[in-house]
């Protein structure tokens, strides 16, 4: 998890629509934004576009930021949910799941497991490809970007019980969705 803050001056000054001050908001949260961006819509031409959308977004509302949660929170809602509409947008489109391929990838294994494990991560993607968008945020917040309920309640605006029924939830349509993906490829004799 990466802790990311803004001084309250600076803060302030962005929201008085200093642009330097929101300069320094952007060279700040920019590697967040676009982190998290790569992961909920990997492989995507637009993902410039959707980051720009991001600020965008954050500069027109960052004058209704109050200081409830802390800055970055309201910035990977704010991200999260740009992911999400687009996502809906293109969704017979989308290959949800392509940072998996990397995360998994380990050039030390032997040719025979690496042939292997390429195959499940390539089950793996196109399992994660099914879930909904509200599935796939939730597991990139938890495991990609290793945030805790508390802070997935807040970036998603639900309750943290929400959280966690969301997450099991989604380990179970991943697994109902690896297993029909596995079963698909095995050849009968």
């Known amino acids: 998890m990466y802790v990311i803050t803004l001084g309250s001056e600076t803060l302030r000054a962005a929201q008085s629509g200093c642009s330097d001050a929101f300069r320094c908001l952007y060279e700040t949260y920019?590697?967040?934004?676009a982190r998290t961006l790569y992961y909920l819509c990997p492989r995507d031409q637009s993902l410039a576009d959707l980051e720009q959308e991001v600020f965008l977004k954050i500069f027109k509302k960052i004058g209704q930021f109050?200081?409830?949660?802390?800055?970055?929170?309201?910035?990977?809602?704010i991200t999260v949910n740009?992911?999400?509409?687009?996502?809906?947008?293109?969704r017979p489109f989308s290959e949800l799941g392509q940072w998996i391929h990397e995360w998994f990838e380990n050039d030390e294994q032997a040719p025979d497991t690496q042939l292997i494990r390429r195959e499940q991560v390539g089950q793996?993607?196109?399992a994660l490809a099914e879930l909904s968008p509200k599935l796939q945020?939730?597991?990139v917040l938890r495991y990609v970007e290793d945030?805790?309920?508390?802070?997935i309640g807040r970036i998603l605006d639900i309750q943290?019980?929400?959280v966690a029924s969301r997450l099991h939830r989604a380990h179970q349509s991943l697994a109902r969705a690896y297993a029909r993906k596995t079963a698909a490829r095995e050849v009968p004799l």
């Open 160 to 162: 943290t019980g929400t």
């Open 82 to 90: 740009t992911a999400m509409d687009h996502v809906r947008r293109l």
């Open 124 to 126: 793996v993607r196109l």
């Open 30 to 33: 920019q590697p967040m934004v």
């Open 147 to 151: 945030r805790s309920y508390e802070e």
């Open 137 to 139: 945020a939730i597991l």
């Open 66 to 77: 109050r200081q409830e949660s802390q800055l970055s929170t309201w910035i990977y809602r």
